[in-house]
């Protein structure tokens, strides 16, 4: 494949995705037709190609993921504007950890998670949403705006959707193949070892089998300052306290599993056996309360020393499916694929403290957190098409329920050494009512082509029912008045959209789209008398909605594209995690009136000469918000204008191909509160090559931040200009610093 013919792919692929077309130079696919045609969604339920979807859809294949060593959640979004991810550094989730997808200002749970269409487990408030793994990954797509009439009432902000590698990927027409790959990142000590194994065993019958494991430390922030920056440092250095610039001693170990078995008993049919699991396990040497302890309340000392505090985190993510797609061979239903799916996913959370009481006795001190998510998941999707007149319809209609078990549990047992006594706290520091979720909903999305082929109008249609069940345990205190109680509530969702061919080269889009999330048990049923504060209930919250609006337009030419698209967000009964009502010691959950977010993103690419292609991304970003109708708007944080500028300079006498990335960002200037902390602007330089000396074996590396830029990133806007010691000691500043210069090496051999 030639060098022009590759970047026409890329182009292709970027008009849509807005950004990320550098990985598919290291791609072998001298066979394949131009990858416009190569690449299909899975998020629309119909495997159009990316420019036919009247969306900004990002699709991110393996060939990038390989490229830029991609290995967490933070890595995939680091060229994508307007997504973000954010890093957990506070003394509550000392592991570190990914509280989730920020796409168009819109994060958490807001965002539906999915590998193979199951869902990924939603975030509790001392939890995490980092259950994934890019192993064995096929593509990954970041779908922007709500996605609700296909995927459910949770896609109200959008979707990340991962899709894992089939055996036939990996085969590719052989009766054997595979492949074996390490990889090192400087930034965490990263080391990762990944095997794929596909094999014919009969003519109809294929397996594929993937086994990773990576090892890392805590990432090092070499541009964090030790001495706390603008906060100030008042950690127990001497106590052997980690300083405010550097992160606790890390030990992570991550092990995944896939089995695929395919068998094709006919043409028509094809049965899928899946087994997917990942097992993860962090330790931390917990320094950061080391020394004596001082009340966040009172900010004075207890008398109370902590010696040392040993915690780990253990992350299981499972998924147990069978998936049958089946051809007919008439009438207006093209195929029906139907998919059953147990995916059971826990964390859970250990902790050993040693300390002395301000009496001087020697206390053991051991926490337990159990949190698990169990999905039972049943899904039908019947695609289609017919003509009537002049209009061709291509259309989908499906049934897609499952049930969720959520169960939390926490126990806080104290051994005093020096007297004997021991005690037991139960759901201590935080609680909610245990529940059961149960969701059933059909759908129908039909695209309606005529004009020529020119004009192209897609309607969707979602009932979504919902139903929380809660099943409070005999550690839940009840508050007289807001007892858990069964909510159901359901919603006729409506999207809409269109596409208008010019010719050739120019498009325009536009869609309508709706979304609606109910409360979560956490939301509606966290309950917690305390001393010095509250944790009460919100069972009358409403469910959250959005109605959106976007408008595109784009152009492909012979030696370039462009795509530029804007949108307009209107969400109604946002939900406020731990409002405050003024005069009370009280913390719960609100609905705001409205979440107002409005944008313009936009990206191209240009082929200079044969050998070098530019490329660039962008995405502008504002938003307000009321509490109530009658409030004045107040500012909603949402990143800032933020860009990438790449060059991809090709070089086939060498087999090498090379690549420059800068990312810029502007200063934060709207925040939510006045005395937030607000980034400056920055401008960062990475630099990539691959080398593929042979048709087997490829060689890729990779600096990050060349120039060594210290940088907070936009999400930094979260935190205060000023802190209490408090809040100094236990979530630092500077641990929301970008990384420094780092090096990414790997080494990929086919077989």
Known sequence: MTFRCRIAALSSTVAIAALLPYGALAQDVADDENLLGTIVL?????????????????????????????????????????????????????????????????????????????????????????????????????????????????????????????????????????????????????????????????????????????????????????????????????????????????????????????????????????????????????????????????????????????????????????????????????????????????????????????????????????????????????????????????????????RTKTDYERIDRTNNLTTGINTETRAGGFNFANATTTRADIYIQDKITFGGNRFELTSGLRYATYSLDPRPNADYQVVTGSEPIKRSDQKLLKSLGATYHFNDTYSVWAKYGEGFKMPTSQQLFTSLPGSFFNLTPAPDLKPEEVKNIELGVRGQFGRGFFSVNAFKADYTNFIQSFYNPPGTSDYTYRNLSSVDIWGIEASGSWEIKDDLNANFSAAYQKATQRVNSGSAETPHNVAPLTATIGLAYDMPQYDLQLEAIGTFSAGVEDTDKSTAFKPAGYGILDLYATWTPNKVGKFTVGVQNVFDRRYFPASAASYGATATNSVAAGSPLELQTGLGRTIQVSYQMEF
């Not at 990762?192 to 089998?209: A, H, M, R, S, Y």
């Open 42 to 402: 899975s998020t629309d339920r119909q495997g159009d190609q990316v420019l036919d979807v009247p969306a900004n859809i990002t699709v991110i294949d393996s060939a990038e993921i390989e490229a830029r060593n991609i290995t967490d959640m933070q890595e995939l979004t680091r060229y994508t504007p307007g997504v973000s991810v954010f890093r957990q550094t506070n003394s509550t989730d000392p592991f570190n950890t990914f509280s989730g997808f920020t796409i168009r200002g819109v994060s958490a749970n807001r965002v539906q998670m999915q590998v193979d269409g199951s869902r990924v487990p939603e975030r509790i408030i001392d939890g995490t949403r980092d259950y994934i793994d890019f192993s064995f990954t096929k593509q990954v797509e970041i779908v922007r705006g709500p996605a609700s009439v296909l995927w459910g009432a949770d896609a109200l902000g959008g979707i990340v959707a991962l899709e894992t590698l089939d055996p036939e990927d990996v085969l590719d027409g052989r009766e054997r193949g595979g492949s074996v790959r390490t990889a090192y990142d400087s930034s965490n000590d990263g080391a990762d070892v990944e095997l794929t194994f596909g094999q014919k065993l009969l003519p109809n019958l294929e397996l594929l089998i993937g086994l990773s494991r990576e090892t890392t430390s805590e990432t090092e922030l070499s541009n964090a300052r030790d001495d706390g920056g603008a906060w100030g440092c008042p950690r127990n250095v001497d106590y052997g306290a980690s300083t405010c610039g550097e992160l606790d001693p890390t030990s992570v170990t991550s092990n995944r599993g896939l089995a695929k078995l395919v068998w094709t008993p006919t043409d028509n049919h094809r049965l899928e056996f899946t087994l997917d699991a990942l097992e993860r396990t962090t330790t931390v040497d917990h320094r950061v309360t080391r020394g004596p302890v001082v009340s966040s309340f009172t900010g004075l000392p207890t008398g109370e020393i902590i010696n040392s505090y040993d915690r780990e985190l253990e992350i299981s993510r499972q998924r147990y499916a069978v998936e049958h797609e089946w051809a007919l061979g008439g009438g207006i239903f093209d195929s029906v694929k139907s998919t059953l799916a147990f995916t059971p996913n826990s964390y859970s959370r250990t902790g050993a403290e040693f300390s002395t009481s301000a009496a001087g006795d020697s206390i053991m001190s051991y926490d337990n957190l159990d949190y698990s998510e169990e999905f039972f998941e049943i899904d039908v999707q019947a695609n289609g098409s017919f003509i009537t007149g002049n209009l061709r319809h291509d259309f989908v209609l499906g049934i897609d329920a499952d």
